[in-house]
């Protein structure tokens, strides 16, 4: 059995891996001292930070840190993608937006809602996926109904 990596060499990868995630990154790591856990170690990594866990995290369990420290490397693997595609998306509407309402989007605006890193990251993919979606114009609404719709209205 090879050698568990220390808490400080966790902790060291730890801080190193999370500035690539985003600025907002958290880790938390717990050991586990209830019986019903499967696994003695456990972690959470919010993408957003925690007071945006809304937006995602992912949570993964293992018996040694060495064995939690990769499987969260290969958890993080499978969703970066999908974290990539919904922050560049994200981004776009803020493009868009920003610019309707200030005549110009600048990173500083953009700042008040995606971290630095993330601008760097996925700024230029938004932009081009910006420019497509507002290329899709005119927009309309198509009024369904259904059962939760609003009831139809009559005007005298």
Request: aromatic letters at 8%; proline letters at 5%; glycine letters at 8%.
């Amino acid at each position: 059995m090879a050698k568990d990596i220390s808490p400080q060499e966790y902790r060291e990868r730890v801080q190193a891996f999370l500035p690539t995630v985003g600025l907002k990154a958290e880790l938390y790591t717990s050991v586990e001292t209830q019986a019903w856990k499967k696994e003695p170690y456990s972690a959470s990594l919010y993408p957003h930070g925690i007071t945006n866990s809304h937006r995602g995290y992912l949570h993964v369990e293992g018996p040694t840190l060495t064995d939690l420290w990769t499987t969260l490397q290969a958890k993080w693997a499978e969703h970066r993608d999908r974290h990539r595609l919904e922050v560049t998306r994200k981004m776009a509407l803020a493009v868009i937006r920003l610019t309707t309402e200030l005549g110009e989007c600048t990173d500083a605006a953009l700042r008040d809602e995606f971290d630095p890193a993330e601008i760097n990251s996925y700024g230029e993919d938004a932009r081009a996926e910006a420019n497509a979606m507002a290329g899709r114009g005119p927009f309309s609404i198509a009024m369904k109904g259904g059962a939760n719709g609003a009831p139809d209205l009559e005007v005298a």
